[in-house]
């Protein structure tokens, strides 16, 4: 059974940094990529980066040059750094284990509980 508990949120003044900590239990973790989403207020889900086993990552537009995904596989857990964040970055972040499909990440149905970022302007 595949569990995934995110840290690591809070509330952090416009330009602050926060680092997500998810993690994973069973053995997906060590062969499946992993992906942060995010939920804002009244906003769809959307992916904001992944990572592969292997350590290729991808970000949305939004966010390349001020968060890193990274993992440890050794510790089964994948991180998000987020740097100079925005009041526009406000949502619940979500880990996901997922797959590629055609190239691009797929979520499996692996979510976290979710944590709450809030940025205040």
């Known amino acids: 059974q595949v569990q995934l508990v995110e840290s690591g949120g809070g509330l952090v003044q416009a330009g602050g940094s926060l680092r997500l900590s998810c993690a994973a239990s069973?053995?997906?973790?060590?062969?499946?990529?992993m992906g942060w989403y995010r939920q804002g207020p009244g906003k769809q889900r959307e992916l904001v980066a992944d990572?592969?086993?292997?350590?290729?990552?991808f970000y949305a537009d939004s966010v390349k040059g001020r968060f890193t995904i990274s993992r440890d596989n050794a510790k089964n857990t994948v991180y998000l750094q987020m740097n100079s964040l925005k009041p526009e970055d406000t949502a619940v972040y979500y880990c996901?284990?997922?797959?590629?499909?055609?190239?691009?990440?797929?979520?499996?149905?692996?979510w976290g509980q979710g944590t709450q970022v809030t940025v205040s302007s």
């Open positions: 990572i592969s086993s292997s350590g290729r990552t």
């Open positions: 069973g053995s997906i973790f060590s062969t499946n990529p």
């Open positions: 996901n284990a997922g797959t590629y499909l055609s190239g691009s990440y797929s979520p499996l149905n692996y």
